[in-house]
């Protein structure tokens, strides 16, 4: 299967999800990622702001006391910005919240990065949302690279291109 008919196949069966299903999934995988060392230890930490039926971010961003740096689009390119509040964030780019003020962050101090997909293989590759954002911005970090997703978005194997980035790690429901 392409990425195409992933993409469309795993948004149909993610979008199927109650409310409900979507909060309690998301919950259990929010405790296998702090459950992880790499995120205990890590001081600083890059999260994607979910939006519709994405594994949701926005408790972790609220219960963290880490160093929290959000995307904001920027001229065609993921700029990397701390923010200390969720409230600092209103719809941007795409209606995804990003933050009001760009306190930009030298990627060098990144200790761990959380990254959307609409699927995932068990080698770490992923199926995004087609346009490049996040592996460009992932070529350029040295941190722990991991993807959050829905059990069922976790397939057997992905075709890569050249400029795809690995994942180090894809958390689930029922793996950590």
């Not at 722990?144 to 894809?170: C, E, N, P, T």
């Amino acid at each position: 299967m392409n990425k195409v008919m992933i993409r469309e196949e795993m948004l149909k069966k993610r979008d199927a999800l109650s409310e409900e299903e979507l909060i309690r999934r998301s919950t259990s995988i929010s405790d296998n990622l702090k459950s992880l060392e790499e995120y205990k230890k890590a001081s600083t930490v890059m999260f994607y702001v979910s939006k519709g039926s994405e594994v949701h971010t926005h408790n972790l961003i609220n219960g963290t006391n880490k160093v929290i740096v959000v995307p904001k689009m920027k001229d065609g390119y993921i700029s990397c910005c701390a923010i200390e509040d969720f409230s600092e964030l209103r719809p941007g780019s795409f209606g995804i919240l990003e933050p009001v003020k760009e306190r930009i962050v030298d990627l060098s101090s990144i200790g761990f990065i959380i990254v959307p997909g609409i699927a995932f293989d068990i080698k770490g590759y992923r199926v995004g949302y087609g346009f490049g954002y996040y592996d460009t911005l992932l070529k350029r970090l040295t941190c722990m690279k991991v993807g959050l997703a829905f059990d069922f978005q976790v397939i057997a194997k992905i075709s890569f291109d050249r400029w795809d980035v690995k994942l180090d790690k894809v958390i689930t429901e029922t793996m950590a």
